[in-house]
């Protein structure tokens, strides 16, 4: 713990140096009020974790002159923050983290948004996807265990995961067709709560984040087979015995030929300028380059991708085809759409 | 276990250190403040105050931050007794009660009656935790869907035929709240259901919101029609009355342990501390010599719920620290704290991080032993409130409701809503239906159906699921069991009336 701090104060300083520098070009818009962090989803998950975490490096390192309040409005599978922010527009002092529901809400219950009603400002990270077991059942690979479910009966294995309709359920619609055989699943409230459920051997398998589940594994509790992503990780801290992030294969290398990657990006209502995206793309950028930040990265395993402007943009349009792709087949669209 | 009280004996010299003392104090006065405003909530509160803690050692912000949480227990128990508004769903069940004797001028004694008691509670959940904490929470894994919605059946079913009204009219209620919980949406199919093309209504109805209106506006609404006499009036303010309220607890001791068990289970199997209150009381009411009278102001009935919900909070803690699950919303505020502080709950915190697991539970006792002195000294001033004239403490509590109301969601439908809640509540209570289950219903409705429904994926819509193991064939037999007592009892006592003339 005390490293962590000398190591904080040493970048703060250079840190400080890094701002300075390049003040004058960011200086043309500030705050003047309170910014409001709006959290599509409920306390203490994922999104609202990384959501808390930027408040208090931008806190800590006093990143911007005013203060950063964030705002859980978790109602509609999220819904209801996103329309919020929507209505809001031309309003800078508001922002949103985003989690996949930006693009399967609206599909799955037809509540009227789309990223496109909202100013894109930056892609933070993309955050991975595992498949984990009990580590007390005998597959220690995801061949052995894809291998299990095509000799039982459809529906036999139970996976879980986080919601209906989302991410968690597209990606088990994916895996079941690349195994061939149907599974149960079932939807928890949230990823914690799916990690503990298979601990307890209530369901078979899960794709939760890295985050949700490494205590776990770290613990010789769960084990994980493969990761939903095109290359390993890139994390060689030792998690359990000579494991780590970076010796987990990837789920198409086990013949799972399925990839998934969860959007954590930043939006801003409507309307607002050029000026006062930049100022927020300028705030991300140095938050990125905080030790506090890089650590939550490594815990999490996190893909480090970060996008602005144009590439952002070019890159939800993508996402978003996929996604209704995805939903599309697995009959997820609701009927308004 | 004797590993236990070395790492615990080491853990009370991190906490006792002067200046984690004087965080505690903080920190209880903050969430008693917290607690006493409605709609705050801990888990608000601890949000808030959250980033203020990145600065400090993790075991010093933990202590903050659980600090304000136990206040802000302490705290809800006085908006409950002195105004019939719970500011907590747990303290739900202390309204019953406890609003009765502030009424009859008992407010000094209520308040005393529940802030021991809660402590109680929470020092008996803390012995247990340090006793046998790895047990517990390999316990606590055993509980699938099945086993839960056992738990909540339970509670349900404990509360049928309890409250005076006819069984008819409990019913009835109890399914109105179960409609209101049911809006929003549907977490199993990722459906809205019920909400009308509304985007108001796609959160559905926060308990908190339906509570704050059914009882603290239908309240004021009904004392108005009664000619603008707040009836706890006559309060003799006693300097004494802690001490007074004391010498009568002793006597309540079964009620207590039975209370302090109730909470201890229902915290661990993670239902929670608002079953544990409603359950501690409906089994207090059953067992209690003086049962009939409860709902009119008897101290007992303030005991049994304040003794399991804290039992219960302070237990949700364990499986929290040992398997990363959060009981409850504050559980998952400072479960977000922990990872950020850099610390990973779960199986390997005890190991790896026993310093500041030890120094956390050290602070439950000596944070318990602070808060309970600061709240007890403050009895006297809060029971005083009651002799503002009610025309002027009336439109306090009125706008203090709306606040609270607003804070809940940042919504400003939501004030709205809260008022509507207060209408229903003043018909509802006029026609003589209970309040109770319906606010029972909309806070475990929705974890209820969504334990039933996972448990009828998984079995494959096989009933038999809850009977499958000797673990959930219990609960399930017990709660039947508890259902059906009204009848059983209903019958003995026919049969035995038949028998005695002949």
Redesign the interface.
Same mark, same amino acid.
């Given at each position: 713990?005390k490293n962590?701090h000398a190591l904080g104060l040493g970048t703060l300083t250079a840190l400080g140096l890094a701002a300075m520098s390049i003040l004058p070009a960011a200086a043309e818009w500030k705050p003047t009020k309170p910014v409001e962090f709006i959290v599509p989803a409920?306390?203490?998950g994922g999104a609202?974790?990384m959501a808390?975490?930027l408040?208090?490096i931008i806190?800590?390192h006093e990143l911007m002159s005013t203060q950063l309040i964030?705002?859980n409005?978790?109602?509609?599978?999220g819904?209801?923050g996103f329309?919020d922010v929507k209505n809001n527009k031309g309003n800078p002092h508001k922002i949103v983290i985003t989690l996949s529901n930006l693009f399967t809400t609206p599909l799955?219950?037809?509540?009227p948004f789309n990223w496109k009603d909202m100013t894109p400002v930056a892609m933070l990270a993309l955050d991975e996807f595992v498949l984990w077991v009990n580590a007390s059942e005998p597959y220690k690979t995801a061949q052995e265990y894809t291998a299990a479910i095509k000799a039982a009966p459809d529906?036999t294995f139970?996976m879980g995961g986080t919601?209906?309709?989302?991410e968690d359920?597209i990606i088990t619609v994916a895996f079941e067709k690349a195994v061939g055989k149907k599974m149960?699943?079932?939807?928890?409230?949230g990823g914690?709560?799916v990690? /503990?459920?298979l /601990?307890?051997g209530?369901?078979n398998s899960s794709v939760n984040n890295p985050?949700e589940a /490494?205590?776990?594994w770290?613990?010789d509790?769960l084990r994980p087979l493969c990761v939903f992503d095109e290359k390993t990780l890139p994390y060689t801290d030792k998690i359990l015995g000579d494991l780590s992030w970076s010796s987990v294969p990837t789920c198409k290398s086990a013949g799972v030929d399925v990839e998934y990657l969860m959007l954590r990006g930043i939006f801003m209502p409507p309307g607002v300028t050029d000026e006062q995206v930049a100022y927020f793309v300028d705030l991300f950028k140095k938050v990125r380059e905080t030790p506090?930040w890089k650590?939550l990265m490594k815990?999490g395993a996190f893909n480090q991708t970060f996008m602005a402007g144009a590439e952002f943009k070019d890159w939800l349009t993508k996402a978003e085809a996929t996604h209704k792709g995805l939903m599309q087949e697995a009959g997820?669209i609701?009927a308004a759409n | 276990m004797f590993e236990n009280f070395v790492n615990l004996w080491h853990g009370f010299g991190i906490a006792a250190d002067p200046f984690n003392i004087l965080l505690m104090a903080v920190g209880i006065l903050l969430g008693v403040i917290i607690g006493v405003l409605p709609g705050l909530g801990g888990a608000n509160g601890v949000a808030i105050l959250l980033p203020l803690t990145f600065s400090m050692s993790p075991t010093s912000a933990i202590i903050l931050l659980t600090c304000i949480y136990w206040g802000a227990l302490f705290g809800g128990a006085i908006t409950s007794v002195l105004f019939n508004i719970p500011g907590e769903p747990w303290s739900v069940a202390t309204t019953f009660d406890g609003h009765p004797m502030a009424r009859s001028g008992r407010a000094g004694e209520a308040l005393t009656a529940a802030f021991t008691s809660s402590f109680v509670g929470a020092f008996v959940a803390i012995v247990m935790i340090t006793m046998i904490a790895p047990l517990v929470a390999q316990f606590a894994l055993r509980f699938g869907p099945a086993e839960k919605f056992a738990v909540y059946f339970l509670a349900f079913a404990s509360f049928v035929g309890m409250s005076k009204e006819p069984p008819a009219k409990t019913v009835v209620s109890m399914m109105i709240g179960f409609a209101l919980a049911a809006v929003g949406l549907d977490m199993v199919t990722g459906q809205l259901r019920l909400t009308f093309g509304s985007e108001e209504l796609l959160n559905g109805f926060d308990f908190l919101i339906a509570v704050i209106g059914l009882f603290g506006i239908g309240e004021i609404l009904l004392t108005m029609e009664e000619g603008l006499e707040f009836r706890g009036k006559a309060a003799k303010i006693d300097a004494k009355v802690v001490w007074h309220t004391w010498k009568t607890l002793p006597k309540y001791w079964a009620t207590s342990l039975r209370s302090c068990v109730i909470g201890c289970w229902m915290g661990i199997t993670p239902a929670g501390a608002t079953p544990a209150s409603f359950m501690a009381y409906g089994v207090a009411k059953r067992v209690s010599k003086t049962g009939k009278n409860f709902g009119n102001g008897e101290i007992e009935g303030v005991i049994a719920p304040e003794t399991a919900a804290h039992a219960a909070g302070t237990s949700a803690m364990l499986p929290m620290l040992a398997l990363g699950v959060p009981g409850s919303p504050t559980a998952a505020v400072l479960l977000g704290g922990l990872l950020i502080w850099g610390l990973q709950p779960g199986p390997m915190l005890f190991v790896e991080q026993s310093e500041f697991v030890w120094g956390l539970i050290a602070s439950m006792y000596l944070g318990n032993i602070v808060g309970l002195i600061l709240v007890l000294t403050t009895v006297p001033l809060f029971a005083s409130i009651l002799r503002i004239p009610f025309s002027i403490i009336a439109p306090v509590i009125l706008v203090i409701c709306a606040i609270g109301a607003y804070t809940v969601n940042n919504n400003v439908f939501d004030v709205v809503m809260m008022l509507v809640f207060g209408v229903i509540g003043y018909v509802l209570k006029k026609t003589n239906y209970p309040l109770a289950p319906l606010v029972l219903a909309i806070v475990l409705g929705d974890s209820a159906e969504e334990a039933f429904r996972q448990s009828l994926l998984g079995s494959a819509g096989s009933l038999s699921v809850f009977w499958s193991t000797p673990l959930v064939a219990t609960i399930m037999g017990i709660g039947l069991l508890a259902g059906v007592w009204p009848l059983i009892s209903n019958l003995i006592s026919r049969v035995r009336g038949v028998a005695q003339p002949a």
């Open positions: 713990m962590f409920g306390t203490g609202d974790q808390r975490t408040q208090g806190a800590k964030v705002i409005k978790s109602g509609g599978a819904g209801e329309l799955a219950t037809g509540i529906g139970k919601g209906s309709k989302q359920q149960t699943y079932i939807p928890y409230k914690g709560e990690a /503990v459920q /601990v307890g209530h369901i985050i /490494v205590s776990q770290r613990g509790k506090e650590q815990d997820f609701a | -």
